[in-house]
């Protein structure tokens, strides 16, 4: 699986984000086009190659053609992001971090996400940043993305509010487990984009997952000139569909739902399934208090992002708290084989301990499509998908 794995020794913000992804492929000009889908006009792009610290690195920053700008609540954003005609996925990419974004000043500002505004200069930045970043990761292919502990430099920001202490606090309410440091760096090295970008998107934040091959290395410039080079470091290679980031943590959160309409759960388990660091959501049917049937709703996530999950179930369910439990798991390490096959390709999961194979799961998606095209029966797919990756497999192992 593509992935890129984020060494963040000088922090991350937007505009580092959307450099790293130009100097690692991502064409200005299909930036520039994707962008043009989205309808706000007065701003101009600077996409430059520069030098920090002797070390060549994509410069990417936005500037507003006119000091005015509308005021647009997260709702106005929703609407630009979603009328436009980009794709599906960059949408919900986009869309996930800005509520992310919003959560966060709301929380801080202690008013509602409703009446959070993205003021002047800002909003323009900041919808370009966060829908550019969403362009490049689609364009790229990035399937899984990891970084390194964030280094959060030190001191104070000056911004509408005055002089905020660093992390900026729209910028702690993001960290909120994510491992960051400071190393006496003074400025703001991470910026509340840069830290809802990590928390929406990072599957894990720690050192480079066991068995990530690089095959590219970018860089992606930061306006400041430091005594460390002033970018962020993108490692794009592969990773097997099973690795799991090193040291990563497994927590289970639970709750039991007793007033819910039955229509919601569908929607809920396939919206936690799309996050990263969800290794599982399921439903188990118990029996509650005053002799109500209920369901415990049960996530498998990684630990650096409970307090995330936690707020998607409690503002899509009608629950009124969740329990967060450890959990220790071990894998098999898993690969994707793409089978070609009489009927067409298909994926089949391979599962190996120490190099042996113990599982061979074929694809459900892939034999429901071709069970429903050749009109043959579901479980004959199966077997032949097996038996086919089984022949596959010991084929290469001679
Ligand atoms: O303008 C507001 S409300 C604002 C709030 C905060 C908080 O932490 S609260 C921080 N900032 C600063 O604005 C810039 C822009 O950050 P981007 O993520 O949009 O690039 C940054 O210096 C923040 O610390 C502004
Ligand atoms: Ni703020």
Redesign the pocket.
Known sequence: MKAIYLDCFSGI??NMMIGALLDAGLPSEYLRAELAKLPVTAYKLIDKEVIKRGIKARYFNVEARQWFQPSRNLRDIHKIISESSLTDTVKEKAITIFNRLGAA?AK??GVPESKIHF?EV?AI??IVDIVGIAIGLEYLGIERIFTSELHVGSGY?K???GR?PIP????AELLKGIPFYSEGVKG?LV????AAVVACLAEACGPMPKGFIIQQVAYGAGSMDLEIPNAVRLYMGTVSAGVEAASQEAKIIETNIDDMNPEIYGYVIELLLKHPGVHDAYLTSIMMKKGRPGIKLSVLVSANKVADISRVILRETSSLGVRIMDCDTVHLEKEIVTLETPWGQARVKVGRLAGQVLNVAPEYEDCKAIALKHNAPLKEVYQQMIADAKKLLEAASE
């Open positions: 913000s937007g000043e801080v500002h003021h800002g930045d900041s920001v911004c509408s509010h905020m900026a606090p729209a910028t703001e910026t509340p984009t840069g």
